[in-house]
C-alpha cells in the first residue's frame, strides 16, 4: 500500500531526545515477536510511551534518530505513530523509512517549536511543520523525485515488484 | 538538489567511486542522487521469515525469483552460528533451502565468525568497489579501499533483484591521523577520542577519508576497527587509501585485478579533522551512549563484573595479542568475567599459533566462540547493577541484557587493564609495564 505524502497530517508529539537508537526503538533481540516489541518500543527512554501511545500520535526527536543497527520502526507504525519528525536521522533508519514508505520527515529547528504533548501538523506540499497553538513553524525537507517514486509505490519491495514485472513481464502465481 | 561543480574540480573518493559506479555514466557530485551498479552484496540471513514476508507482500507470492549475479552475492551465517534456539535453527534451515533454490555460490553456513572478517578473510572484495551488506557494520570494508556500506533488509531485496541501488552521494570529511607509530591498538581510542569532541553525529551520512603520516603505520586490523565505527561516527562510508599494507594483505586473498580509488589533490571537504595521536588523553564511552565519553581518570575506580574484547571493531589479532600482552604470569580479577571472542575462524587460529590462547586461559579468561554474540544480548547476559567494559561496538540501555546494567566502551588495553585490576583504571600504568 502506497503512502501518500502529501497527506496532511496532525497529531499529538511524543518528544525525545538526541540520538535514539535503533536498540529503543526496536528491542528484537529481547522481544522477538511485534506483540512483545508493541509492549516494549521506546520504553528506555519513556517507560510510559507503550501504554500512552495513541494511534495518529507524533513522534517528534532531535539530532541523530535512529542511529546503531540497521533495524526497521515498523513496530512505530504498529503503534500508530502517524508520522516521525526530526532535527536529522541515521542514514539507515532514514532507507528503512523510506523502503518501507513509513513516513519520516527532516525539519530543522522542529524541537524548538514543540514541546511534548502539543499538537504538530504536517504538510508536506507546502514544506512545513507547524505548531497550531503558536503558529510557530519551520520547514521541512523535501525527497527527490526518485524517493517520492518510492513512497508512493508503498516501499522498495513494492517498487521493485513494479520494476520486475515491468522488464520480466508478470509474476506467475504462486505455486 | 546538489551543487552542481565544474567538471574540472577535483573528486573525493566517494565522489569518484559513486562516478565510476553511477549507471548515468555522468560524474556525481556530493548531494546528487545516483542509482548505482554494486560489485557485492554481504547477506547475514537474507531469507529469513521477514525477507520471504516481504517478497510475498510486494507480491513474489513464492519469493525472490532470482538474484541478479549468484557470484556477486555472499551469504555468511554470522548471526546465528552456532544457533542458540531452536527457532534460529529453523530459520537457518529455510535460509539454507533459499541459497539452494537461488544457486548462490558464496555460502558460509557451517563456520562461526564474523561477517565482515570473513569478507576480508576470504578476499571477498577488492578495492576501488562497492560493496553493500545488510548490516550496519559494512561500512569496515573501507579498510581495503572497498565502498563498504550497510543497508536496510528493504533495500536488499532491491539489490538482490537488480544488482543496482539508489544513492545521495556524501559530502566528505577528511581526518588526517598523525603521531608516533603506537606501541598498542589505538583504532578504538581514536574513534572514541573524535566522538567526545565532535559527537557521534560528526559524520552523519557523510564519507570518512582517513589520511595522514600515521596510516601506513595503521595494521589492516586497525584500520577495519576505524573502518567499521565510522557508523558510531554516522557515516555512509570510511575510507582508507589501498597503499602496501592493503596489497600485502590482498595478496594472498584474491588474484582478481581492482583499480584502487584515491582522492583527487584539489578535492572539496565539508570538513577537515586532525587527531595527533601524542595527545590523545584516554578515554571510555560511559553508559549508555556512543558519543557520552568521559575522560578516563573521571571513571577510574569503578568495578566492573565483565570485561570483553570482540566484535567487528575489536575481535582481531592485535586486540587479543594486547590483553595477552597485558595478562602474561598474571591472573583476571577475582570475580570478573573476562569474554575474549576472536572475530573469525582464521584470526582465531592466528591467535592459537601465537599462543594468546594459551595465554588468556591461564590468566582466566574465556574465550568465546567467534560472531557477533559477545556484542549482543547472545552471549554473556549482564544482570542489574552490574557493570561492563567492552571492546565491542555499542554501549545502549540493554545491549547486554539487563536495561539496569551499565556498559563502558573501551579500547582493548584499557579493557584488558580493568580485567587485571577489577575496576576501571587508566592504563597508562600498565602500558609502561609491558
Given at each position: 500500500?502506497?503512502?501518500?505524502?502529501?497527506?496532511?497530517?496532525?497529531?499529538?508529539?511524543w518528544?525525545?531526545?538526541d540520538?535514539?537508537?535503533?536498540?529503543?526503538?526496536?528491542?528484537?533481540y529481547?522481544?522477538?515477536?511485534?506483540?512483545?516489541?508493541?509492549?516494549?518500543?521506546m520504553?528506555?527512554?519513556?517507560?510510559?510511551?507503550?501504554?500512552?501511545?495513541?494511534?495518529?500520535?507524533?513522534?517528534?526527536?532531535?539530532?541523530?534518530?535512529?542511529?546503531?543497527s540497521?533495524?526497521?520502526g515498523?513496530?512505530?507504525?504498529?503503534?500508530?505513530?502517524?508520522?516521525?519528525?526530526?532535527?536529522?536521522?541515521?542514514?539507515?533508519?532514514?532507507?528503512?523509512?523510506?523502503?518501507?514508505?513509513?513516513?519520516i520527515?527532516?525539519?530543522?529547528?522542529?524541537?524548538?517549536?514543540?514541546?511534548?504533548?502539543?499538537?504538530?501538523?504536517?504538510?508536506?506540499?507546502?514544506?512545513?511543520?507547524?505548531?497550531?497553538?503558536?503558529?510557530?513553524?519551520?520547514?521541512?525537507r523535501?525527497?527527490?523525485?526518485?524517493?517520492?517514486?518510492?513512497?508512493?509505490?508503498?516501499?522498495?519491495?513494492?517498487?521493485?515488484?513494479?520494476?520486475?514485472?515491468?522488464?520480466?513481464?508478470?509474476?506467475?502465481?504462486?505455486? | 538538489?546538489?551543487?552542481?561543480?565544474?567538471?574540472?574540480?577535483?573528486?573525493?573518493?566517494?565522489?569518484?567511486?559513486?562516478?565510476?559506479?553511477?549507471?548515468?555514466?555522468?560524474?556525481?557530485?556530493?548531494?546528487?542522487?545516483?542509482?548505482?551498479?554494486?560489485?557485492?552484496?554481504?547477506?547475514?540471513?537474507?531469507?529469513?521469515?521477514?525477507?520471504?514476508?516481504?517478497?510475498?507482500?510486494?507480491?513474489?507470492?513464492?519469493?525472490?525469483?532470482?538474484?541478479?549475479?549468484p557470484?556477486?552475492?555472499?551469504v555468511?551465517?554470522?548471526?546465528?552460528?552456532?544457533?542458540?534456539?531452536?527457532?534460529?535453527?529453523?530459520?537457518?534451515?529455510?535460509v539454507?533451502?533459499?541459497?539452494?533454490?537461488?544457486?548462490?555460490?558464496?555460502?558460509?553456513?557451517s563456520?562461526?565468525?564474523?561477517a565482515?572478517?570473513?569478507?576480508?578473510?576470504?578476499?571477498?572484495?577488492?578495492?576501488?568497489?562497492?560493496?553493500?551488506?545488510?548490516?550496519?557494520h559494512?561500512?569496515?570494508?573501507?579498510?581495503?579501499?572497498?565502498g563498504?556500506?550497510?543497508?536496510?533488509?528493504?533495500?536488499?531485496?532491491?539489490?538482490?533483484?537488480?544488482?543496482?541501488?539508489w544513492?545521495?552521494?556524501?559530502?566528505?570529511?577528511?581526518?588526517?591521523?598523525?603521531?608516533?607509530?603506537?606501541?598498542?591498538?589505538?583504532?578504538?581510542?581514536?574513534?572514541?577520542?573524535?566522538?567526545?569532541?565532535?559527537?557521534?553525529?560528526?559524520?552523519?551520512?557523510?564519507?570518512?577519508?582517513?589520511?595522514?603520516?600515521?596510516?601506513?603505520?595503521?595494521?589492516?586490523?586497525?584500520?577495519?576497527?576505524?573502518?567499521?565505527?565510522?557508523?558510531?561516527?554516522?557515516?555512509?562510508?570510511?575510507?582508507?587509501?589501498?597503499?602496501?599494507?592493503?596489497h600485502?594483505?590482498?595478496?594472498?586473498?584474491?588474484?582478481?585485478?581492482?583499480?584502487?580509488v584515491?582522492?583527487?589533490?584539489?578535492?572539496?571537504?565539508?570538513?577537515?579533522?586532525?587527531?595527533?595521536?601524542?595527545?590523545?588523553?584516554?578515554?571510555?564511552?560511559a553508559?549508555?551512549?556512543?558519543?557520552?565519553?568521559?575522560?578516563?581518570?573521571?571513571?577510574?575506580?569503578?568495578?566492573?563484573?565483565?570485561?570483553?574484547?570482540?566484535?567487528?571493531?575489536?575481535?582481531?589479532?592485535?586486540?587479543?595479542?594486547?590483553?595477552?600482552?597485558?595478562?602474561?604470569?598474571?591472573?583476571?580479577?577475582?570475580?570478573?568475567?573476562?569474554?575474549?571472542?576472536?572475530?573469525?575462524q582464521?584470526?582465531?587460529?592466528?591467535?592459537?599459533?601465537?599462543?594468546?590462547?594459551?595465554?588468556?586461559?591461564?590468566?582466566?579468561?574465556q574465550?568465546?566462540?567467534?560472531?557477533c554474540?559477545?556484542?549482543?544480548?547472545?552471549?554473556?547476559?549482564?544482570?542489574?547493577?552490574?557493570?561492563?567494559?567492552?571492546?565491542?561496538?555499542?554501549?545502549?540501555?540493554?545491549?547486554?541484557?539487563?536495561?539496569?546494567?551499565?556498559?563502558?566502551?573501551?579500547?582493548?588495553?584499557?579493557v584488558?587493564?580493568?580485567?587485571?585490576?577489577?575496576?576501571?583504571?587508566?592504563?597508562?600504568?600498565?602500558?609502561?609495564?609491558?
Amino acid at each position: 500500500m502506497g503512502f501518500d505524502l502529501n497527506s496532511a497530517i496532525r497529531g499529538r508529539v511524543w518528544k525525545f531526545g538526541d540520538s535514539i537508537e535503533t536498540d529503543a526503538i526496536n528491542p528484537y533481540y529481547r522481544y522477538p515477536t511485534m506483540a512483545e516489541l508493541k509492549l516494549h518500543t521506546m520504553e528506555a527512554y519513556r517507560p510510559e510511551f507503550p501504554q500512552q501511545v495513541r494511534p495518529g500520535d507524533v513522534l517528534v526527536a532531535g539530532r541523530n534518530f535512529g542511529c546503531g543497527s540497521s533495524r526497521p520502526g515498523l513496530v512505530l507504525r504498529e503503534v500508530g505513530i502517524a508520522a516521525i519528525v526530526v532535527e536529522s536521522v541515521s542514514r539507515l533508519f532514514l532507507r528503512n523509512n523510506i523502503a518501507r514508505a513509513l513516513p519520516i520527515f527532516m525539519a530543522p529547528g522542529v524541537t524548538d517549536i514543540v514541546d511534548d504533548g502539543d499538537s504538530l501538523q504536517i504538510d508536506y506540499q507546502s514544506a512545513t511543520v507547524r505548531n497550531p497553538a503558536t503558529g510557530r513553524h519551520v520547514a521541512l525537507r523535501k525527497f527527490p523525485p526518485l524517493i517520492e517514486q518510492i513512497f508512493a509505490a508503498g516501499g522498495l519491495p513494492e517498487f521493485a515488484f513494479q520494476r520486475y514485472q515491468r522488464e520480466q513481464g508478470p509474476v506467475p502465481p504462486s505455486r | 538538489m546538489g551543487r552542481r561543480k565544474a567538471k574540472t574540480m577535483g573528486q573525493t573518493i566517494a565522489e569518484k567511486l559513486l562516478s565510476r559506479h553511477n549507471l548515468a555514466g555522468t560524474d556525481a557530485c556530493a548531494g546528487d542522487l545516483v542509482e548505482a551498479r554494486i560489485d557485492g552484496a554481504m547477506c547475514h540471513y537474507h531469507a529469513d521469515e521477514p525477507m520471504i514476508e516481504m517478497a510475498a507482500q510486494a507480491g513474489f507470492k513464492d519469493g525472490l525469483p532470482r538474484v541478479w549475479d549468484p557470484d556477486r552475492v555472499f551469504v555468511l551465517m554470522d548471526h546465528h552460528q552456532p544457533t542458540l534456539s531452536q527457532a534460529l535453527a529453523d530459520v537457518n534451515a529455510r535460509v539454507r533451502k533459499e541459497v539452494e533454490r537461488l544457486g548462490i555460490k558464496c555460502f558460509h553456513d557451517s563456520e562461526p565468525g564474523i561477517a565482515h572478517q570473513m569478507m576480508a578473510d576470504y578476499g571477498l572484495m577488492r578495492p576501488g568497489e562497492l560493496v553493500v551488506g545488510n548490516d550496519s557494520h559494512c561500512i569496515s570494508y573501507g579498510a581495503l579501499n572497498v565502498g563498504g556500506t550497510g543497508m536496510t533488509r528493504a533495500d536488499m531485496f532491491y539489490a538482490l533483484l537488480f544488482g543496482e541501488l539508489w544513492f545521495q552521494v556524501p559530502e566528505s570529511i577528511k581526518i588526517t591521523l598523525t603521531g608516533h607509530k603506537p606501541t598498542y591498538p589505538i583504532a578504538k581510542d581514536i574513534v572514541l577520542h573524535l566522538a567526545g569532541l565532535y559527537g557521534e553525529d560528526v559524520a552523519a551520512s557523510m564519507s570518512i577519508e582517513y589520511t595522514g603520516p600515521l596510516v601506513p603505520d595503521l595494521s589492516i586490523d586497525s584500520r577495519m576497527c576505524l573502518a567499521a565505527h565510522g557508523v558510531e561516527l554516522g557515516a555512509k562510508f570510511a575510507m582508507f587509501p589501498a597503499d602496501a599494507v592493503t596489497h600485502d594483505f590482498l595478496r594472498t586473498r584474491t588474484d582478481r585485478a581492482f583499480e584502487s580509488v584515491a582522492a583527487d589533490p584539489d578535492a572539496t571537504y565539508a570538513r577537515e579533522i586532525t587527531v595527533d595521536i601524542d595527545e590523545m588523553p584516554f578515554v571510555v564511552a560511559a553508559p549508555h551512549q556512543f558519543g557520552n565519553i568521559v575522560p578516563i581518570d573521571q571513571v577510574a575506580g569503578t568495578a566492573i563484573q565483565q570485561a570483553q574484547i570482540g566484535s567487528c571493531a575489536n575481535g582481531r589479532f592485535e586486540d587479543i595479542e594486547i590483553a595477552a600482552r597485558v595478562l602474561r604470569g598474571r591472573k583476571v580479577a577475582r570475580g570478573v568475567r573476562f569474554l575474549i571472542s576472536p572475530a573469525s575462524q582464521s584470526v582465531y587460529l592466528q591467535c592459537l599459533r601465537a599462543g594468546l590462547i594459551e595465554q588468556l586461559i591461564e590468566a582466566g579468561a574465556q574465550v568465546i566462540t567467534p560472531g557477533c554474540g559477545i556484542c549482543q544480548p547472545r552471549v554473556g547476559f549482564l544482570s542489574d547493577g552490574e557493570v561492563c567494559i567492552t571492546a565491542t561496538t555499542r554501549n545502549f540501555k540493554g545491549r547486554k541484557g539487563s536495561p539496569n546494567a551499565e556498559i563502558y566502551l573501551g579500547g582493548p588495553l584499557t579493557v584488558a587493564a580493568a580485567a587485571l585490576a577489577g575496576e576501571i583504571v587508566n592504563p597508562k600504568e600498565v602500558l609502561r609495564g609491558l
